[in-house]
């Protein structure tokens, strides 16, 4: 089991950005996919980007081209990169993290962390 836990939320003006931190604490990320996702008030949650243990990374439609994710091996540490934020990337940001193969569905993922509320106001 990985203890992962997040940083960097918080409030910010659309347009703005923010860099999410997903660190895995007494624990090494190799040979793990880590994923960030994110839920919305009455919304299911849903897939934002990945990042595979060989580096590979994946992102959703709705943030491509605006969010980043990337890994730092040295540190543990998985990175979120959010520019040009927008409302409606107002939600909890949860990172998580399962062996070898990338999967969009959260039921995929047996750790969690505990959230980071991001929101984007108008």
């Known amino acids: 089991q990985v203890q992962l836990v997040e940083s960097g939320g918080g409030l910010v003006q659309a347009g703005g950005s923010l860099r999410l931190s997903c660190a895995a604490a007494g624990h090494t990320f190799s040979r793990y996919v880590v994923g960030w996702f994110r839920q919305a008030p009455g919304k299911e949650r849903e897939f934002v980007a990945a990042?595979?243990?060989?580096?590979?990374?994946y992102c959703a439609d709705s943030v491509k081209g605006r969010f980043t994710i990337s890994r730092d091996g040295a540190k543990n540490t998985v990175y979120l990169q959010m520019n040009s934020l927008k409302p409606e990337d107002t939600a909890v940001y949860y990172c998580?993290?399962?062996?070898?193969?990338?999967?969009?569905?959260?039921?995929?993922?047996?750790?969690w962390g505990q959230g980071t509320q991001v929101t984007v106001s108008s």
């Open positions: 998580a993290a399962r062996l070898l193969s990338l999967s969009y569905y959260p039921y995929d993922y047996g750790d």
């Open positions: 990042v595979s243990w060989s580096g590979t990374t």
